[in-house]
């Protein structure tokens, strides 16, 4: 068995807080630029790129955001349109086809009963 070595803390040394207590206790100083910013300074994921806008440029990347969402569903709302076109025509093709194999169908259909009909007047005239 391989044995593991842990580090001593030298005396001179401070104790190094681990990752999860750092983000737990809430009061984290991050440097950005030299300087140091509380949580309360910090963007967060939802106004990251906006914020730093000027109030002008932040309206028009919303504006510019729900033109783009607008325009998304607009184009989704198309191609449901043509989808839905598609899938009619498909429809009274598959209905035209199944007429024509009706048509056809009826039309063996007269003809085996003639040529039934035949059959048994021949054969009627043969017996007698």
């Not at 028009?60 to 569903?73: D, E, H, N, T, V």
């Not at 043509?82 to 009619?88: P, Q």
């Amino acid at each position: 068995m391989m044995e593991t070595s842990r580090k001593r803390q030298l005396e001179g040394e401070e104790v190094i807080s681990s990752k999860k207590r750092v983000t737990s206790s809430g009061k984290v100083q991050v440097q950005v630029n030299g300087k140091e910013v509380n949580d309360a300074e910090m963007p967060t994921d939802e106004n990251l790129e906006v914020r730093s806008c000027p109030e002008n440029a932040r309206l028009l990347l919303i504006q510019s955001l729900k033109l783009f969402r607008k325009g998304a569903i607009y184009r989704r709302m198309k191609h449901y349109a043509r989808s839905y076109e598609r899938a009619e025509q498909a429809v009274a093709d598959l209905e035209e086809t199944c007429a024509t194999y009706a048509a056809g169908i009826a039309a063996m259909d007269a003809c085996w009963t003639l040529v039934c009909k035949y059959q048994v007047s021949i054969t009627n005239v043969l017996s007698a």
